[in-house]
């Protein structure tokens, strides 16, 4: 059964291969059954944290960018950053979490990050 | 007898083409003042989305479109019988009415563009290294690195962005005359540059489709979807608390008949 609707393109295994890329990296919800509900939950957190972090790194850079941190600044600035990225991976690892899970779905407001 | 809920048309008269939903049920009007609900019975709930399932949904909604305007309801929607259902258009109907009256005599179109972002990458990266503009004084301190590495980073994503906002801006510039409504997404995966659905008077879809033909021998590397006409799934406007429609729902429906096209055909998918 076809629907009548069109659909033209000249590169259809393209289109569903982004397609099902943008819908794999939307977690539906969060797992929170009795067997992963650790996991389910670390992702939740560290989904949260990761976001603090890059906002942070971005409002960062943006200092950087406007010239407005010293010297001493971008040293500190760096240091905290680089110890904060280095503590997610390690939390990642410890939960067996991929960068690309970290991300949730708002629904009608579009993904976390 | 549980009621699988394909659409609301503004519309109270009886169907008399035979159109058949899923498990091949006879699909029907259920009135209420001068609109409708239009619904197949079911016996079970849907446990799994398939390709033919989706597809026999969408039949129905564009069938029904031919001779109404159709509010489509999310694949899967299933009311408990009758009374609920009429106890549901009670509540919205003024809603109901609001988005028939809004989507009256329109379509959907949908329009995706692909662009080659490791390629546009390259040419951003080329281009800051041909500035050669160094904006930390980097010396060893394995701090400022990072900063720095950070930093190209950030060019990099703000030039990335910045282009794909200017792609865009032209693209929109060709299809957004021809339309009553429009919802652009930009980037949901770094190649998928454009995720569009318009909302389109039936007589301007022509001139749509010949912006669409237009664009096409545009910018080279470019690649292009084009879908449609769809009911408007992407812009009925209803309460959350409804559940019959979400953002998220009616893009994930879309999306899945979309793929379910491109798989059934080739040509003209």
């Avoid at chain 1, 076809?2 to 794999?24: C, G, H, M, R």
């Avoid at chain 2, 693209?171 to 009553?180: E, H, Q, S, T, V």
């Avoid at chain 2, 979807?225 to 879309?254: E, H, R």
Wanted: overall charge negative; glycine content about 6%.
């Amino acid at each position: 059964m076809i629907a009548n609707a069109l659909v033209e393109t000249e590169s259809p295994e393209e289109f569903v291969e982004e397609i099902q890329k943008a819908q794999d990296c939307l977690p539906k919800k969060i797992d929170a059954n009795p067997k992963t509900v650790e996991k389910g939950l670390a992702k939740l957190v560290l989904t949260l944290i990761e976001l603090i972090r890059k906002l942070l790194e971005k409002q960062a850079m943006r200092r950087v960018e406007a010239g407005s941190l010293s010297d001493e600044e971008i040293e500190n600035v760096g240091e905290t950053l680089m110890k904060l990225e280095n503590k997610m991976d390690e939390l990642k690892g410890i939960f067996g979490l991929k960068d690309e899970e970290l991300n949730l779905n708002l629904g009608p407001l579009g993904d976390l990050m | 007898m549980k009621l699988y809920l394909y659409g609301i048309i503004d519309s109270s008269d009886e169907i008399t083409d035979s159109i058949y939903g899923l498990e091949g049920s006879g699909v029907y009007n259920i009135p209420f003042c001068d609109i409708g609900a239009v619904v197949s019975q079911i016996s079970q709930p849907i446990q799994n989305v398939t390709e033919g399932a989706v597809l026999e949904h969408e039949v129905v909604v564009e069938k029904l479109m031919a001779n109404s305007t159709v509010l489509p309801v999310r694949f899967g929607t299933i009311i408990d019988g009758r009374d609920s259902l009429l106890s549901m258009m009670q509540s919205y109907y003024k809603n109901f009415k609001d988005n028939l009256a809004r989507l009256h005599n329109k379509l959907e179109f949908g329009i995706k563009v692909i662009w080659p972002a490791d390629k546009v990458k390259a040419n951003i990266i080329k281009v800051l290294k041909k500035d050669g503009q160094k904006t930390l004084q980097s010396d060893n301190s394995p701090s400022k690195r990072f900063v720095e590495g950070k930093f190209e980073e950030y060019k990099i994503g703000k030039e990335f962005d910045a282009k794909a906002d200017k792609f865009i801006k032209v693209m929109d510039i060709f299809f957004g005359r021809f339309a009553a409504e429009k919802k652009l997404v930009k980037l949901k995966t770094e190649n998928l540059l454009l995720d569009a659905v318009y909302l389109v008077e039936k007589d301007k879809q022509n001139d749509f489709r010949e912006a669409f033909e237009h664009i096409k021998s545009g910018p080279p590397g470019l690649k292009y979807l084009f879908s449609g006409p769809w009911p408007a799934y992407n812009f009925v406007i209803l309460p959350k608390k409804s559940g019959l429609l979400t953002d998220s729902q009616k893009t994930d429906l879309l999306g899945k008949v979309i793929q379910d096209q491109m798989l059934v055909g080739a040509n003209s998918i």
